[in-house]
């Protein structure tokens, strides 16, 4: 909704530039990682995930980067579009207690033609 | 598909009310969630039910209940509705996917429900 991200960090691109947005969670015993979107009054989607056996994964447009040493990861968006404004979330789940997704605040991307 | 279906979209409560927020997915999913979104704040869970008949406390629990009352449905009350559970609630389900190296679990989302308490 409107009033849900007042307080989020944003990040501004032009249309047809690659976005990077990153996320940094804390507890070293997560091993599977989501990165979802969320587009104004609706609820988040599903975008990608990652398990920690893997430094890198691709979909379509999209690229996640999880570095494991550092406990960040990074969503790369290739080409963006005007669609792609909306907040993303990372979401971290331990391996064996993974009915607790734990989200992390979120960035806007705000993209300009 | 209907997906994840909440109810109500909007609710405007007085201090000290109480009210259940319903919640139902027919994906046939076994777990179900419910998160609240603060400004600023990301999604934090309330409860979970893993599967039909149990339930636990996520990271905010105080001030709310939960029932799953079967695997299709899971609600969320507040006894006694104070301003600081304005908010917009998200329920959310999904199946755990066993893999090579543990599970898998993608989550789907409510459409939200926005609750104000005055």
């Known amino acids: 909704g409107e009033s849900v991200g007042l307080h989020l960090p944003t990040l501004s691109v032009q249309e047809g530039d690659n976005s990077i947005i990153n996320c940094a969670y804390s507890n070293s015993a997560s091993d599977y990682f989501i990165w979802y979107k969320q587009e104004s009054g609706k609820g988040p989607q599903f975008i990608i995930d990652i398990r920690s056996n893997m430094d890198k994964r691709q979909g379509q447009r999209v690229t996640v980067l999880l570095n494991k040493t550092v406990k960040h990861l990074s969503l790369q968006i290739a080409a963006t579009q005007p669609g792609d404004s909306a907040v993303y979330f990372c979401a971290e789940g331990a391996r064996y207690n993974t009915d607790k997704l734990i989200f992390g605040t979120g960035t806007r991307l705000q993209v300009f033609p | 598909n209907a997906g994840v279906t909440q109810t109500p979209k909007f609710q405007v409560l007085k201090t000290g009310q109480s009210m259940t927020l319903q919640c139902a997915q027919d994906m046939n999913h076994n777990s179900m969630y419910w998160y609240r979104q603060d400004p600023g704040m990301g999604l934090r869970l309330i409860y979970y039910s893993a599967s039909e008949g149990t339930t636990d406390k996520g990271e905010v629990p105080n001030g709310y209940n939960v029932s799953r009352l079967n695997k299709r449905e899971f609600s969320l009350r507040l006894e006694s509705a104070a301003p600081s559970q304005t908010s917009v609630y998200f329920c959310?389900?999904?199946?755990?996917?066993?893999?090579?190296?543990?599970?898998?679990?993608?989550?789907?989302f409510g459409q939200g429900t926005r609750l104000t308490v005055v």
């Open positions: 959310a389900s999904s199946e755990t996917r066993p893999t090579g190296r543990g599970v898998n679990t993608e989550a789907f």
